[in-house]
C-alpha cells in the first residue's frame, strides 16, 4: 500500500480506534484479575482496580514484544494488512467488547480481535492471505486455555492444601489474603504483558503497510507506551460489570483466600508461560474454569472449600 494512500488525519483516527479497542480490553478483560481479591474482601474494588492498573501499565518494563510480533505479522500476512482491514478487525472486536461488558458476560477480548484480524484479511484477498502456522498455534492456545486453567489451578491448590493441612484457618486467611494481592499484581502484569501486545501490533502493522516503519516490521518504543497506558487507564475506568459478574454473580458464597490465590496464580503462570511461547492466549477463558470447577471438585478430593457455584448470569 503507498504511504500516501492514507491522509495523516486518517491515520491518527485509526491508531485512537485501536486505542479504543486496548483500553475496551483494559475494562474488560484486566478485571478479572481483581474480581477474587474483590469477593475475599482482600481490597474494596476502588483500591483493587487502581492496583490492577498500575501493575497492567508498568508490564512493559519486564516483557518483550514477542506477542505484539507474532499478532502484526504472524497471524495475516502484513503485506495484506491495509487500513480497511485494520479498521475491520478493531470494529469488531470492539462492538463485541461492548455488548459483553454491557452484558456483564465474561467473554475473550483474545478471540474477538484475533478473529476480527483474520476475517477482514479473508475478506480481502482470500484464505491465503492468512498465516496458517501462526494462526493455529494461536487457536490452539485459545481454545487449550480452560483446560490448562482448571487443571494447574487444581494442582496448585491441592498443593497449598495440603502444605498448609496443620495450620490454623485463621492463620491460613491471613496469610493468603497477602498472598493475594501478590498474585493480583503478577496476573496484572502477565495480563498487561499479553493483552496489549495484541495492539501493538496491530498499530505497528497499520504504520507498517503506511510504510513508516521502513523495510523491517518493528514494534516503535512510543506505541509500547500508549497501549500500555491506555490499558491501565480502561482498567481504572470502569469494569464494574465484570467484578459483578465474576466475584459475586457466579458464587454465591465468598471464595476462600487460598482459593482465590490458587487461580490467580496459575493464570499469571498461563500467562507468562504464553508470551514465553510467543503465543497469544485467553486469560478470561482460563480464570473462569478455575473459579467455576475448583470448589466443586475440591470436596471430593477431601479439600473443604466455601465456594457454591451456580450458572454464570
Not at 41 to 67: D, M, Q, S, T
Not at 241 to 264: C, E, K, Q, S, Y
Amino acid at each position: 500500500m503507498d504511504a500516501s494512500a492514507l491522509s495523516s488525519f486518517a491515520l491518527v483516527g485509526l491508531i485512537a480506534v485501536a486505542l479504543l479497542s486496548d483500553a475496551l480490553n483494559g475494562l474488560h478483560d484486566a478485571a478479572n484479575s481483581i474480581a477474587t481479591v474483590v469477593s475475599t474482601r482482600v481490597l474494596r474494588p476502588h483500591y483493587a482496580v487502581a492496583w490492577a492498573a498500575f501493575f497492567n501499565f508498568i508490564a512493559f518494563l519486564f516483557f518483550g514484544v514477542h506477542v505484539a510480533q507474532t499478532v502484526g505479522t504472524g497471524i495475516v500476512s502484513a503485506e495484506v494488512v491495509d487500513a480497511a482491514v485494520i479498521f475491520g478487525a478493531l470494529m469488531g472486536a470492539i462492538v463485541w467488547n461492548l455488548i459483553t461488558w454491557w452484558l456483564g458476560i465474561p467473554s475473550s477480548s483474545s478471540h474477538a480481535l484475533i478473529g476480527g484480524l483474520a476475517s477482514a484479511g479473508v475478506t480481502k484477498a482470500g484464505f491465503g492471505a492468512i498465516v496458517w502456522n501462526g494462526l493455529g498455534i494461536t487457536a490452539a492456545a485459545i481454545v487449550l486455555s480452560p483446560l490448562l486453567g482448571f487443571f494447574l489451578a487444581l494442582l496448585l491448590v491441592l498443593a497449598v492444601s495440603w502444605v498448609f493441612v496443620r495450620s490454623t484457618p485463621s492463620g491460613v486467611d491471613n496469610f493468603f489474603r497477602s498472598a493475594q494481592l501478590l498474585s493480583a499484581a503478577l496476573y496484572s502484569l502477565g495480563h498487561g504483558g499479553n493483552d496489549a501486545q495484541k495492539t501493538m501490533g496491530i498499530i505497528a502493522v497499520l504504520l507498517y503497510s503506511q510504510g513508516l516503519l521502513g523495510a523491517t516490521f518493528h514494534i516503535p518504543f512510543w506505541v509500547v507506551l500508549i497501549c500500555q497506558a491506555a490499558m491501565g487507564l480502561g482498567t481504572l475506568i470502569g469494569g464494574w460489570r465484570i467484578v459483578h459478574t465474576i466475584g459475586r454473580g457466579i458464587m454465591v458464597a465468598a471464595l476462600t483466600t487460598i482459593l482465590g490465590f490458587g487461580m490467580l496464580m496459575i493464570s499469571r503462570h498461563r500467562g507468562l508461560f504464553c508470551l514465553g511461547l510467543i503465543l497469544t492466549r485467553c486469560v478470561t477463558c482460563c480464570m473462569l474454569s478455575a473459579l467455576v470447577f475448583l470448589p466443586e471438585v475440591l470436596p471430593i478430593l477431601g479439600v473443604p472449600s466455601k465456594g457454591v457455584v451456580l450458572a454464570a448470569g
